[in-house]
């Protein structure tokens, strides 16, 4: 009668814990990718405006970035009406997984205004001419495994890079610019018959924070394929002569940098084919662009070029 009852309660047991899995796995079935927007109250004075932009000078916003000058998006125009460079203003900064904007933006002051620095770059892709073997193949640097690499230990591969340093805290930057890798990458990796000669290289501009392992760590975040995909760092001083020769412009501003877009694509034979000094969402040109990189023969793009050969 004791074993009876003994066998009683475990089954009671099993079936207890048969059903709070059951009922994790379906609550865990019923989440959904979250895209909160987070929010904060600033501060700053106001450097330039734009057409649905406001370069402003902020204070440091609590727990989220410290004091820096850089770009913010508005979405509704009418918010820049009343306020000119040079005054300080009171704004709503909002925050998703992709975007960020700011609102409710109030006059507070006057005060002087200096030229802003120009973070967002220009505003085009461009080819570029002559097409000749880039200088920067030749820098050494450390991946993220803590490996020594060269550019040119890549030869014969099409090469994307961009420059990015990780504790970058607005989605529409260095974010973005990681995120543009991770789905060229997955769109190339998906095309059937595709090369596989390709890899992306994202340099960090902030060695002194991005080593290796914060390298590493941030890399796992986007999912990254080490055989097509390389974190880069190195000597503060080539870095910052790899960003000159690719007119890359960035300044340490605080805690954080002030900074432009480049992104580069590399031919397979080691010339420079295009470059896109923008921001944004290229993933698309960039699959387009390292599929004519990585071809065997890849003749030059125009005629000027072609004459440099």
């Not at 060695?207 to 890399?219: H, M, S, V």
Request: overall charge neutral.
């Amino acid at each position: 009668m004791v074993f009876g009852m003994l066998i009683r309660c475990i089954l009671c047991l099993v079936l207890s814990l048969v059903s709070v899995a059951s009922l994790s796995a379906a609550q865990a079935s019923n989440v959904k990718p979250s895209n909160e927007t987070r929010e904060w109250d600033a501060t700053g004075t106001v450097k330039d405006l734009r057409t649905n932009e406001i370069v402003i000078s902020h204070e440091a916003i609590a727990d989220y970035m410290p004091a820096m000058t850089m770009p913010f998006k508005v979405k509704d125009r009418a918010e820049l009406e009343s306020v000119s460079p040079g005054d300080k203003i009171a704004f709503r900064l909002h925050v998703t997984d992709t975007e960020s904007w700011i609102d409710h933006v109030a006059k507070t002051g006057t005060g002087s205004v200096s030229p802003a620095p120009n973070p967002a770059g220009s505003t085009a892709a461009s080819n570029t001419s002559p097409r000749k073997r880039h200088p920067l193949l030749d820098y050494k640097f450390t991946n993220e495994l803590n490996q020594a690499v060269r550019l040119s230990d890549f030869h014969g591969q099409a090469l994307a890079i961009t420059f990015f340093f990780t504790r970058c805290p607005i989605p529409e930057y260095c974010p973005r610019l990681s995120k543009n890798f991770q789905e060229a990458s997955r769109k190339l990796s998906a095309l059937p018959n595709a090369p596989t000669n390709w890899h992306f290289l994202s340099v960090t501009f902030d060695p002194e924070n991005d080593t290796p392992a914060a390298l590493k760590g941030y890399a796992e975040t986007y999912n990254y394929d080490s055989t097509h995909w390389s974190f880069l760092t190195g000597p503060t001083n080539e870095i910052s002569e790899l960003a000159r020769l690719s007119d890359l412009k960035f300044q340490r501003d605080g805690a954080l940098f002030n900074h432009d877009f480049r992104t580069q694509i590399i031919d397979a034979a080691g010339r420079l084919q295009m470059v896109f000094p923008v921001g944004g969402d290229l993933s698309d040109a960039i699959v387009r662009e390292l599929l004519k990189a990585a071809a065997p023969t890849n003749p030059p793009a125009s005629g000027s070029a072609a004459a440099s050969k």
